[in-house]
């Protein structure tokens, strides 16, 4: 009997409302990207490689090495620089969520 195939763990990278239009989707609604969990990954290994697979995403989601303005990063539910930054190690279990940001006055 063979030895079953190894599961790799992924990181859930969520993208909801109207930036589903950058992976596929209407601009409602969610989707969801799973991004393989390897060893050293962060926050920022995980969403380059999730936008490699969409350049719309990619164009939104950067700016040159960082982050751009319109779309919030959200690690387990927490706005990125609350308790997470691009550089930090995500572990099993870890989920990303990636919002349209708004602006009212």
């Not at 969801?32 to 939104?60: C, M, N, W």
């Not at 090495?65 to 279990?93: K, M, T, W």
């Given at each position: 009997?063979?030895?079953?195939?190894?599961?790799?763990?992924?990181?859930?990278?969520?993208?909801?409302?109207?930036?589903?239009?950058?992976?596929?989707?209407?601009?409602?609604?969610?989707?969801?990207?799973e991004e393989p969990l390897t060893?050293?990954?962060?926050?920022?290994?995980?969403?380059?490689?999730?936008?490699?697979?969409?350049?719309?995403?990619?164009?939104?989601?950067?700016?040159?090495?960082?982050?751009?303005?319109?779309?919030?990063?959200?690690?387990?539910?927490?706005?990125?620089?609350?308790?997470?930054?691009?550089?930090?190690?995500?572990?099993?279990?870890?989920?990303?969520?990636?919002?349209?940001?708004?602006?009212g006055g």
């Amino acid at each position: 009997m063979s030895p079953a195939p190894a599961t790799t763990a992924t990181i859930p990278v969520e993208v909801a409302s109207w930036v589903t239009k950058f992976v596929g989707g209407d601009g409602t609604g969610r989707r969801i990207i799973e991004e393989p969990l390897t060893p050293g990954a962060t926050v920022r290994t995980i969403l380059a490689g999730a936008s490699a697979k969409f350049p719309d995403l990619h164009g939104a989601l950067w700016h040159g090495n960082e982050l751009g303005e319109h779309i919030e990063v959200l690690v387990n539910d927490a706005v990125l620089g609350i308790d997470h930054d691009l550089d930090s190690p995500l572990r099993p279990g870890d989920r990303i969520t990636l919002l349209a940001q708004f602006m009212g006055g």
